[in-house]
């Protein structure tokens, strides 16, 4: 019973740090056994201990006890903003329709050198004013 305390930071850290299993745990508190409170390696308990302690802790539901007193600590009857966001499918086109063409002010002239033997209508120009 003595170690329950650093067996229960263990179980927080398995669930903050993800770990999967329990192996991995004990794979890590090998290389840094201060992680949850053992000043060496061989009082770490074993990996029987360690699931015994689980259990225990899954059964009473300390995660979720722990969870509560965290928030009632440092928010106490605060209220939290939030956002929703609705992912409601909206109805829409699948292609944009098509732009009917207007019909043109001026014929649409080609650029360039006439073809030989087409005839262009040159449009009048403005006569230039000398310069200043």
Known sequence: M????AIARAFVAK???NMPT?????DRLKSDSRL???EKVTAIPSQSTFSRAFAE???SQLAERVHAALIDKHLGKQLLGHISRDSTA???REKPEKKTK?????????R??????????QEPTLPRAPWP
């Open 2 to 5: 003595k170690n329950r305390c």
């Open 22 to 26: 329990t192996e991995i745990l004990m």
């Open 57 to 59: 802790f899954a059964d």
């Open 36 to 38: 949850c409170g053992w």
């Open 102 to 110: 207007s019909a043109p002010d001026k014929a649409s002239k080609k």
């Open 112 to 121: 360039g050198r006439p073809r030989k033997g087409e005839q262009r209508i």
């Open 15 to 17: 669930a903050v740090y």
């Open 90 to 92: 909206i109805t829409a």
